[in-house]
């Protein structure tokens, strides 16, 4: 059974920085797509950042510039570096993973800006 496993989320300071990390496990492979949503209170859940196998990134407007995505192939692991946090980066953030034809979400994980 997929399971992906979320970590990094917690409370910091407007200018601050976090780092989100995703691990698949449960016997996935030929993972493709690997991305970044995230859900703030009475919003829809948004896109905020992709990468594929090979590495092509893709980032949100929002985030362009302060958020940087990255995986490790061999770990099945996908990370996000998150600088420079406003308090409009306030969401639940959740990743998914694409593979063949099946998509994966994990069970998100808070974060929360603000002084």
């Known amino acids: 059974q997929v399971q992906l496993v979320e970590s990094g989320g917690g409370l910091v300071q407007p200018g601050g920085s976090l780092r989100l990390s995703c691990a698949a496990s449960?016997?996935?492979?030929?993972?493709?797509?690997m991305s970044w949503y995230r859900q703030a209170p009475g919003k829809q859940r948004e896109l905020v950042a992709s990468?594929?196998?090979?590495?092509?990134?893709n980032y949100a407007g929002p985030v362009k510039g302060r958020f940087t995505i990255s995986r490790d192939n061999a770990k099945n692991t996908m990370y996000l570096q998150m600088n420079s946090l406003k308090p409009e980066d306030t969401a639940d953030y959740y990743c998914?993973?694409?593979?063949?034809?099946?998509?994966?979400w994990g069970q998100g994980t808070q974060v929360t800006v603000s002084s």
């Open positions: 998914k993973v694409t593979s063949g034809l099946y998509d994966y």
């Open positions: 449960g016997g996935i492979t030929s993972i493709y797509l």
């Open positions: 990468i594929t196998r090979g590495g092509t990134t």
